[in-house]
């Protein structure tokens, strides 16, 4: 099982970006998948969750309306769309499939991982 995170960068505060995280060696389709994030010096952290097939979407209060999750499921992706962005964003953000179809906001839960994708928010 391959997990490829790409699409981080450096952006300025209310900036937007959007990542990708595309998927291999499994049934895409069949799988909750999130992302989670990792800040310097800070745990691993749940932002967003969506269901094997596209619905239910939930996120973390801090990026609520500000952050989507979609998945394309004829092309084994995940994305994140990220709007507004503020400078406590900043991290490296992973995507994980998770081993039930609806995704859980945990990341023990998750059995696979990519391997990460750095953004950066200048203030």
């Known amino acids: 099982v391959q997990l490829q995170a790409s699409g981080g960068g450096l952006v300025q505060a209310g900036g937007s970006l959007r990542l990708s995280c595309a998927a291999s060696?499994?049934?895409?389709?069949?799988?909750?998948m999130g992302w989670f994030r990792q800040a310097p010096g800070k745990e691993r952290e749940f932002v967003a969750v969506?269901?094997?097939?596209?619905?239910?979407?939930s996120y973390a209060d801090s990026v609520k309306g500000r952050f989507t999750i979609s998945r394309d499921n004829a092309e084994n992706t995940l994305y994140l769309q990220m709007n507004s962005l503020k400078f406590e964003d900043t991290a490296v953000y992973y995507c994980?499939?998770?081993?039930?179809?609806?995704?859980?906001?945990?990341?023990?839960?998750?059995?696979?991982w990519g391997q990460g994708t750095l953004v950066t928010v200048s203030s």
């Open positions: 969506i269901s094997s097939n596209g619905n239910n979407p």
């Open positions: 060696g499994l049934t895409f389709s069949r799988y909750g």
């Open positions: 994980a499939a998770d081993r039930t179809t609806w995704g859980r906001t945990t990341a023990a839960a998750y059995g696979y």
